[in-house]
């Protein structure tokens, strides 16, 4: 995965980004106690409607179980201290997404901060990288969020990325 502050590689064999320096420990430092993961939904900012989560962890868990891997919706009212592109690969390192292997995806949206973030594992990134559903987030999610349609813009965003895994074949299959 990609390094939050310069964007090299940081991996489980290389936990110290070479350009910069940073580590997990240096967030887990600013940012304190992993929030306990509840599932494939994750709504800590309390803004979906019980009708648009439930629809979107049955969706997830259809992906799952036909794809293997995971996308992981995380919700949260704020970031802080820590800008959303850290909280994500935080996050996403710390629940070990995607299991040992990082096939996996997470999708953050920061509603303080206003920032809606992808983070792809390294296990997934030969089918598409960060930028790439950064990409897609801009295009199909961005503007259903400025029109403050948060059930719609999150649905649309479990649309699109689950499509766009669904298309390629996934590591090792």
Not at 87 to 92: A, G
């Amino acid at each position: 995965m990609k390094c939050p502050r310069c964007g090299l590689i940081v991996t489980d064999e290389v936990p110290r980004c070479l350009g910069c320096g940073f580590t997990l420990e240096d967030l887990d430092r600013k940012i304190g106690k992993v929030p306990e993961r509840l599932g494939l939904v994750n709504d800590f900012a309390r803004i979906l409607s019980n009708e648009a989560k439930a629809s979107l962890e049955s969706h997830l868990e259809t992906f799952r179980q036909a794809r293997g891997g995971e996308i992981v919706l995380v919700t949260a009212s704020l970031t802080s201290p820590a800008k959303p592109s850290e909280y994500v690969f935080w996050l996403f390192n710390r629940w070990e997404v995607g299991g040992a292997g990082h096939e996996g995806l997470m999708l953050l949206l920061a509603m303080k901060e206003r920032r809606i973030e992808s983070e792809v594992g390294y296990g997934w990134e030969d089918i598409a990288s960060d930028v790439e559903t950064g990409a897609i987030l801009d295009e199909y999610v961005v503007p259903l969020l400025k029109e403050e349609k948060i059930d719609q813009a999150l649905a649309a965003a479990v649309d699109r990325l689950t499509a766009l895994f669904k298309a390629e074949p996934m590591p090792g299959g």
